[in-house]
Structure formats: C-alpha cells, structure tokens
C-alpha cells in the first residue's frame, strides 16, 4: 500500500486508504500512473476521476467497491496527478489512454464507473468497446445543453468569442508556465472555491496526497498548461446521444444541488436519452461530487446495481 | 515565446515557441517590396511549407509558410491530442512575430485561416481559402467512436496522430458560420474571406454562402489583397 502522508497539521480523514498498489502504463509514449484498490485477482472495475481530479481523490470511495470484493482500477489522467505531462490534450487523447488502460485488465467485460468528466470518458469508451463493458455507472457526468438555456442567441455568440479570445491569450502565457505555490491552507482554500461543498480537512487532505511540496510551497500535480473550457465545436448532445444505444444495464447518480463543476445537468435534462432499464437516482441535497459528499450512500447503490 | 534561431539573410526559418511545441516559420522571400503586408501560407493535413514559393503564387511582398505542430520541422508531441484549435495557437504564435498578414490557406489550413481571422482581425488582413489535404475534416457531427493507435514514436512529421486525429476534427456548418461572422464583423477590409476552393464540404458551403465573403481564383483573390 502507498504510505499515508505525513501531516503534522492534520487527522486524516475517517475512512481514506491510498492505494493498495501502482503501475504504469504506456500510452503510446504518455506515461500514466494506474492505482488499484483491491485484490489482483478480484474482478475488475474501470473508475475514472473528473477534469482537475485524480485517483486519489477516490481514496475514501474505492476502497468501499474494493472491500466489497472489486479490484478497482483508475488511473491519472495525462497531465493529471502522477501521471506524466503531455505536449498536447484532447478528448481523443484521454479517450485513447483510456483504452490503454482497458487494454491491461483481463480480456472479459467489466463495470465502467466514472465522475463528471470521467463519466462522460467512460459513456464514449463503451461506444467504443462494446465488448469489454458488462455495465455502465454515471456519477454526475451527463452534460447538458440546457444549462444555458437563459441566455440569449446574441450573449451565446459572444460567450463564445470570448471563449476564443481568453483561449489563446491563455496559449500565449504559457511558456514555462507554473503552478501557484501556497501553503496547504492556500492551496485547499483555492480548491475549495470549485469544490464549496467539500470540507477544509478534506480539501487540506487532497493537497497531501496530490500536491507536492517545493522549497517554495505546495503546489497541485496538474499540468498548468491544462484549461477548464476552450473553444471548439463539441455539443452537449454528441455525448448524450450514445446512451440510448447503450446494451448493458446502466445506473446514473446526479446530485441535485447545481454547482460551479458540474454541467447543470436537471433529471429531466438527461432522461430522454437513458437507455432502456437504466436506474437513475437524484440525490436531494449532494451537489457535483456525489461520490465524495456521500460515498457510503454511492458505493452502495453501486454494489447494490452491479450485484 | 522565444525565437530560438533567426535568420538574417532573405530566407530561413523563424522559430516560435507554442507551449511545448516548437513552430517552424518559414520566410521563403522578401518579393519585390520587402516593405509589403506578408503573405502567410498554411499548409494542408499532412503537408509542409514548400521549400520556395509556389510559380502559382503571385504575391508583392515577403512570403511566410508555418509548419503546423507535428508537420515539417515543428515539434512532434508525444502521444498525440490534435485539435484544431491547437493550430490555431500555432498560427497566432506566429502573428505575434509577423504582425499584420494576408493568409493563403490550403484544405486544413484553410479552415485555421477562418478561424485565426476570427481571433484575431486585427492583423488578418484577408484570407484565401483553397483546396488541399483535409479540407473536408471529420464531417458535421462526430462519426462513430473509436480509438486508433497510429504506429508510435514517428521519428518524422507529419505525426500520423496528427493525420487520424485533425481527419477526424468534426466541422458543423453552423459552427464555421459563427466564425465568418465574427470575421466580418470586426473586419475593416470589405470581403476579408475569398472562397476559392472548388471542393465545398458542408461547413465550406455555409461560408461560402455568407453575403459578404468573396469569391474566385486563388490569383484572384490574392490580386485583390495585395492591392489592399
């Protein structure tokens, strides 16, 4: 097992376990780190972290499928956590890094579990590999085209040059571009601005295990060249209209409070496209990171689904 | 960005740092009035700036071509992760240096033209859109899923990520529509788009078809900037 960090300031959180090994996989030249939860020989589950997450936010949540009897499997994305930086990112790339990581586990089908960016990763890699999935777990990760449906076609239209704009005065500052030191306070008080509902010893946790401390202070293992949004022509709908088609039984988690990460997705936003049997559960009062405000209530609907 | 190497002399390469990736900018002539607008050539999907100015290519003033990430002399990125947009950032990586340009785009750099026309109009002063390698791109919607691995580790461009991934890049017309418009918009030149191709997928007829945007040969149109 990974050694739990050293703190001096802080108790860990009840329940966290890093994980219980680490591998590497080569994804056509892009080193990613893989964490596994569980005994090898267990059966297997694929569990993919969200945009600016990695594995080990899963620390308190994969030991619980683990500990049910799973081998869980997530890796750092590229440019995420341990995993090595990339010269360039894309859908396409984490989507083939996926299928790399797929490409080491047993050649049989298995769940697919992923959170908010992972979930839609995992939807397109069922599409993708039919044969290798035998369920698919959504925690608030189905996009939504209606979350703006308030604004105005005009306001969308400058939305977007203005997407365009703080896109590439973004790729112009680049160069030797680094992450922000701070204190782990610092740090955790920043993260908690997109994650308001996570607690402070939780988020002073996540920088322990997914920071790195400098001479100059803590700073996030995520590639500062790495940006939330961008400009290009991807539509909400194109993920979503691979769910109707899905052939295995499929379970969606939304937490109900909207928040800054999530997508805004409502119920009825995504209902239309389940496939047909899928169990969709909205958790009153959870907000974005379902599997974290609630992992116990999480892992075992989950269970629950995949048993 | 950083210039690694420059070159004095009429010709040689400018070099344009992009994030991680090193972007080779080729002066290939100064023309007959060094002191004119420049024109910029974008290349198509899996080309490169030609070694000396196409005969086809009529222009006054110096002539540049950049060598988009992956292809000819630019960096090859690791494990791919091409998007348009990503040229994009090359093309203005390379405006920083040029200041005001006159863009002649083939196939795929014809479309980094409209969009780069759109980012920044200031210093694009006309864009030539004409046929060549990956004019059409992925279509209007995504096609069905898969992942390919392309023979990796190329020691040469073009990166054959770069040809299965930019192949694929999904153009809605509506999409590009948006573009041609913020292009006219901000424009001060009367027809700052000239559709030359004769090949017109889906997103190339929306643009086309934008009252405004301008019309005919490649000489045509680049007669028609150069007198700007």
Known sequence: ?307 | MTARDSDSEVTGTIWVRHNRIDVAVHHLTDGSDPAHRPLLLLHGLGERTPESVPETVRWPGPVYGIDFTGHGQSTIPVGGGYTSEILVGDVDAALEQLGEVTILGRGLGAYIGLLIAAARPDQVLGVVMSDGPGLVGGGIHPGSPSVSFPAPWASETPDPFALIELSRDVRPPDYAQTYVRFVLESSKLEKALMVCAVARPEWLLAVAAEPGVGHGTVDEALQFYAAL
């Open chain 1, 1 to 307: 097992m990974v050694p739990d960090p050293v703190s001096e300031v802080l108790a860990l959180p009840e329940g966290v376990r890093r994980p219980d090994r680490r591998r590497e996989v080569d994804a056509a030249g892009v080193r990613l780190s893989v964490a596994e939860w569980g005994e090898e020989q267990a059966p297997a589950v694929l569990l993919a972290h969200g945009g600016f997450d990695f594995a080990e936010t899963l620390n308190r949540f994969a030991p619980m499928l683990a500990d049910a009897g799973y081998r869980v499997v997530s890796w750092d994305q590229r440019g995420h956590g341990e995993s090595a930086w990339a010269h360039l990112y894309s859908w396409e790339a984490d989507i083939r890094d996926a299928a790399a990581v797929l490409a080491t586990l047993p050649d049989e089908p298995l769940p697919f579990i992923g959170h908010s960016k992972g979930g839609s990763m995992v939807m397109h890699l069922a599409n993708v590999a039919p044969h290798r999935v035998s369920a698919l777990v959504n925690l608030d990760g189905l996009p939504s085209g209606n979350n703006m449906s308030d604004v105005s076609e005009l306001e969308r239209t400058r939305m977007q040059r203005d997407e365009m704009d703080r896109w590439l005065a973004h790729r112009r500052m680049l160069s030797d571009k680094q992450r922000r030191p701070g204190t782990l306070e610092e740090l955790a008080e920043r993260r908690g601005r997109m994650n308001p509902r996570m607690s402070t010893e939780w988020l002073q946790y996540l920088v322990q295990v997914g920071g790195r401390q400098d001479a100059d202070g803590w700073r996030w293992k995520l590639d500062p060249t790495m940006r939330m949004g961008g400009f290009g022509p991807w539509r909400p709908e194109w993920s979503m209209l691979r769910l109707p088609g899905l052939g295995v039984p499929m379970l969606g988690v939304m937490g109900l409070e909207i928040e800054v990460m999530g997508w805004g997705s409502r119920p009825a936003d995504v209902e239309p496209y389940l496939p047909p049997g899928a169990q969709f559960e909205g958790l009153e009062g959870v907000g974005h990171f379902v599997h974290i405000e609630q992992p116990r209530l999480v892992a075992d609907l989950i269970l629950e689904f995949l048993s």
